[in-house]
């Protein structure tokens, strides 16, 4: 399934390239990617799992850069 | 408010540096200075810089700042620590304050999201989500108001403004019976409107969402960058550690803090920023400025790939040609051309066969029943009518022939018309397909855009073709083909072309497994087939072949800003770091080669949301 994603106050393009390899070495994560000018993230990931998947992701953003919040568009 | 701080923080920092340097050289107050300068313009830079590396982000931009900035400082380089650290920050509110400008103006130009709707319930007006109202409502859209929903004008009259729609900057006059699509804004008059589809499968709807979608599918060189700069800074930084252990510990006379200064430079540089930003900028401003003229690109993929073409292939029929069947040419020796017209229309006003449609149309004035004392269609021949006391036969040669009058063998292209007053042949009329009134303009730019070949596909015969063809200047053109036989011939051009892309162009009616087959699908005329939209690459909406050439240009324009972005960063930043490495780089060039080619670069990059003819 598709899940579309903002990633509000992204303001590093570097960050958005280091989140967006990040999230695709996440095993769930089927294909992910990050628009640094849209802050769009769109998810490609398996079904189950959904909330556990999300917190993954959601971890992972804040790791690279503690100032950018997810949210589910 | 965030950046309004952040200014007033930098500028107290800058003023604090500058004092640093009028008090005398190495004095206490001068250091006090650049010690306070420092931490104000740093202090959160340095407070990431912890964090990630609790978090083990070593490579992260922060770190390596405040690394460099800390070694300076304990080189007793102060000014070029505070340096570093101000002109870092002044670097990066720059960016965020360019990226979010670029922003908040694609959002602009595509800022067609309707916020209500009028719906007409009886003699109630209420206002409502465009979400909430069914097919078969009716909605009222005041002057000044965004059309919420596609429909048909039901009440009223009033100037249209679909430029936000189809980048066509004339505004329409609608009345009762028009089309009208979302997006579009209404100028002066009051109109109602009936509902033809639900918000989502609206005009609106389908472009916001091929809009948004863009930006995920990147260009090859895109993701060329991402690549770069994912080795870039580890590699870097080890040779910036090398730089500062080697030497020293081999090479008899080399002096640590000379090659820790050299290696302080490197981490200054460490960064990719300038292309990681500038790159994405430049075709996310390019994609905005074709959407501004009505061209949708759903990816930098296709832009980048649309530079690359170098054959066109079109489809004819509604794309170079307008589709409608018109009278084009009137011949007589006996009657004006009027005269001539004339009959013809009044003796097939009864008629419903097509050619007769339009020859009525070339007619344009009121025909009076009256006059037509007898009609009889003669089928697959034309008509035979009684008008104003003369005999008139209007169809084939055959049908002259038929009734025993001679008629000369005419040669044009088209449908040839014959026409005979009272037992006699009294001229010709040509029905042909108009070519579209910029198609011939757009080809010739498209090749000195520099398209090698243009080609035209077209199911039509092979004289109708091959004059459209002519009249164009296309290079090729393959006539009489099926649907499937379209397929296979662009399949065969595909193969042909070795080196560039080849694109397709076509009104997207029937042929979508073309369009999904080349490599670039160009569908024209707007969101008409869904079929098209979810084929096509690149959606112009409007139907004129000129918008190619627009998208041509933006595409070349944009292409050659990404290209100058790399040279310039790569070259700027090899070069300081190759003086850096032999001690002639100062860490003033670093600064240089990190920020100011950053900002320089995405000055360069917003050119693109500009780009028009």
Redesign the interface.
Known sequence: MKRVYTLEDLDCANCAAKIEKAINDIPEVIKAEVSFMTQRLVVELEEKNLQEVEKKINEVVKKVDSDVTLKLK | MKRRQQVKKIVIAAILFVMGFIFSKDSLASEIMFLISYVLAGYDVIGKAL?NMV?R?FLD?NFLMVIATFGAIFLKEYSEAVGVMLFYQIGELF??YA?NQ??KS?AALMDIRPEYANLKHGKEIRKVSPDDVKIGDVIVIESGERVPLDGVVIKGVSLVDTSAVTGESVPRELEKGDKIISGSININGLLEVKVQSKYQESTVSKILDLV?N???K?AKTEQFI?EF??LYTPIVVVLAILLAIIPPLFWEGAVFQDWLYRALTFLVIS???AL??SI??S??GGIGAASKQGILIKGSNYLQALSEAETIVFDKTGTLTKGNFTVVDIQSEKYSPHELLRYAAYAGFHSSHPVSKSIREAYKEKIDNGLISSFEEIPAHGVKAEVDGHEIYVGSKKLLEKNKMTSPQIKAIGSIVYVAIDGEFAGWIRIADEIKSDAKQALKDLKDLGIKELVMLTGDTKAAGKSVAKALGLDKVYTELLPHQKVSQLEHILQETKSGKVVFVGDGLNDAPVLARADIGIAMGGVGSDAAIEAADIVIMTDEPSKIVLARHISQKTMSIVKENIIFALGIKFSVLGLGAIGIATMWAAVFADVGVSVIAILNAIRTLYVRR
């Open positions: 964090r978090k982000q931009e960016q965020s990226v670029s922003r694609v948004e863009a930006g995920n990147k991402t700069a994912r960064c990719p920023c990681v930003i994405p900028l075709f996310f």
